[in-house]
């Protein structure tokens, strides 16, 4: 064997990375080279994760039952257009 060494453990060899010639990684006997995951990340690079975006109201807008922003009311997070419903969510809650 050359560079790669291999421990037999319960059907899983470790193998050295073919790459950095540094690392083992736990794989199954029918392996023959592998490269590890820094290898890979190296390669890859970090994955593009959006940040949180802003949508101009306060947190936990969409859990209340009642809620106005710029002359819209909004109930459990969907706009209500219905006249009816918007003057009794208003009339529940000028009595608290």
Do not use: A
């Amino acid at each position: 064997m050359s560079k790669q060494t291999k421990l037999v453990k319960e059907g899983w060899i470790n193998v050295i990375c073919k790459v950095c010639n540094m690392r083992t990684v736990r794989v199954p006997e029918s392996t023959l080279r592998v490269t590890c995951p820094y290898c890979v990340q190296e390669r890859v690079g970090m994955p593009e994760t959006p940040g949180y975006v802003s949508t101009g109201r306060p947190r936990g807008w969409h859990f209340k039952k009642y809620f106005e922003f710029e002359d819209k009311v909004y109930s459990r997070g969907k706009e209500v257009k219905d006249p009816e419903k918007i003057k009794k969510l208003k009339k529940q809650f000028k009595q608290r």
